[in-house]
């Protein structure tokens, strides 16, 4: 089991300029973190992109990303992680906000097969000194941009975070806070599981008392209303 | 100016209810009324699987063809990633001849896997399927030989694909989800493009639309419409709208969502999605219009489809919808769009 420190986060890299990416980039610029973004393609069409889409974010390369982020979003389909530059995260604390989901992206044999959590064989397969977080992952990129609520707001939305790092967690878990949700420890990266698509937290949008009472008893429960734009 | 139109995908039901040999029949029948009632575009969108009945847009819409005069007629969407783009080149060129000139083509990259499975591509090439077919559907539409090479189907050395459509170009439009790649894809080729909305605001589609015509720009393109495509359904009362629209919408998100894991959701939690300012528009002809009008105030669109046959709605719902949107909603929208955009241009 990886240790490390809490690290103190200034700001945060994106890679994936998709759905996901750019909602969880919007909420690092509302939350005043410095926010770089690498996605496929050319620099030049995600600069234009930033411009427009994400005004305050940079736009930078994949193999750019680590020497200007704290913290590294994954947020490319799950298809592609084997395609990321992840040996220049040696040491880094990185989220992984993917989903295994063959109904959406078609059958991975390595996920299908495997009884383990995807972040697990994602864990496994990047360099062991990786500190890999899981969360983000069962919330759906709209309410991502409109749950987001201030501490305390008593339709304040929870999010699960698994890791096998502590400090990692209680890191990611600070960002959560700052992104506007209310951060509920889930446990090590196999109990993340709990967080994967056709599991009861996948897509609930629970306050955190309703979200830590679904951990304990695994029972569905009742949605929030739809989150309105705030 | 503003466009008005509808597109379904043929939903029927699973088990019990109407299935696919009613279904088709009365879709026919609707999009019959459409081109009465004035719409500017009808679209019909594939798919392979329990729970909708078109499998090939263009053979249903041909059928369509021969019973209307002059609403377009799209597919909403082709997913070229899993055809062939001379085939579909061929089949728009079809339904081009049958209608006399009102095919359209919008190629996405598609939501589901299956069509990938059934005519054996891969998921992994995902993306470069999309673009490698885009380019080759492109080129078809030229009106000189083609000489091609790509990774997925084999060359073609200096062909004319024959017959030629009635159009001089066969119009094709980009289907995008809310992709930014996919959106600067489009305004890159010059294309216009289409936005699918489920939900969400308008004012979080703003900065898509604003990119679209930003990068059209930017790649020195004449500027292209931009269509929006959302869920929406006119009655003659709210109260009537609500009841048919959210059961039925419901039914269809979570026959979808149960296989992807998606807790299910209730025709209330449907209801708020259609909340001021949102992208859903369901309610009386006053309401559509706006809501419609709204959505154009933000995202300054030329074309607006919405979704109105989904999962058990009934045939006769639809075809009032189609007749209040036809002859009470389109026809105002169209005005105060004229006169937004008249006001626009002596500024």
Redesign the interface.
Known sequence: MNTGAAVEVRSVGIIGAGKAGVAIAGRALAAGYRVHIAASGPTERTALVTRIVLPGALAVTAEELPGVSDVIFVCVPLRKWRTLPADLWTGRIVVDVMNYWPPADGILPEFETSERSSSEIVRDGWPASVRLVKTLNHIGYHDIEECARPAGAPDRVALGIAGDDRAAVVTVAGIVDAFGFDPVDVGALAAGAVLQPGRDLFGALLGGAAFQAALQDGRQRENLAECSAA | MMEIGAFTFADVAVGEGVGPAQRIPELLEEIALADEVGLDVFGLGEHHRAGFAAPAPAVILAAAAARTSRIRLTSAVTVLGSDDPVRVFEQFTALDLVSRGRAEIMAGRG???DS??LFGH???D??ALFDEKLRLLLTLREPEPVTFSGQFRPPLDNELVLPRPVQDRLPVWIGV?????S??RAASLGLPMALGTV???A??FA??A??YR??TE?YGRPPQPLGVTLHGFVADTSQKAADIYFPADAALFNM??A?????P?TPA?MA??N?P?SMYAVGSPGQVIEKLLHQHEVLGHQRTMLQLAVGPVSHLDAMRAIELLGTEVAPVVRAEVARRESVEAVR
């Open positions: 939501a589901l896997p990938f499975r891969d998921m992994a995902y993306d989800g809310g992709s930014p790649n959106v600067v939900g969400g605001t004012g979080h900065p898509m604003e990119l930003e990068a930017h979808i969502g296989e992807r894991g998606v807790p959701l939690a708020a999605k909340g300012g």
